[in-house]
């Protein structure tokens, strides 16, 4: 079991600009698959970006949102940058080792999930 703490959200107004951070309690950080995804009131869990060998994105924040990670700190960052209301959900970390076949794109792919952390965008 992975814990994963995330901070960073907050409240912001449009065209602006948030870091999210998820800090994880293993020693074998560089062997998850890490993912954000997002939760808005209503409505179903939603993909943001995920990091493993490569970064994917969903459709809605590309060019906006940049993954990345840390793995000496242990910690993945999610740079969002361009901000719009449609942004506003709570942002949730997960940490998961896919097996063959699997997307990173899947809620079910990921094992361990952090708190979650809200973010506001402001018109």
């Known amino acids: 079991q992975v814990q994963l703490v995330e901070s960073g959200g907050g409240l912001v107004q449009a065209g602006g600009s948030l870091r999210l951070s998820c800090t994880a309690s293993t020693r074998t950080f560089y062997i998850y698959s890490m993912a954000w995804f997002r939760q808005a009131p209503g409505k179903e869990r939603q993909f943001v970006s995920a990091i493993s060998r490569g970064t994917d994105y969903a459709d809605s924040v590309k060019g906006r949102f940049t993954i990345s990670r840390d793995n000496a700190k242990n910690t993945v960052y999610l740079q969002m940058n361009s901000l719009k209301p449609e942004d506003t959900a709570v942002y949730y970390c997960?940490?998961?080792?896919?097996?063959?076949?699997?997307?990173?794109?899947?809620?079910?792919?990921?094992?361990?999930w952090g708190q979650g952390t809200p973010v506001t965008v402001s018109s």
């Open positions: 997960a940490a998961g080792l896919p097996g063959p076949g699997m997307s990173v794109m899947t809620p079910d792919t990921y094992a361990n």
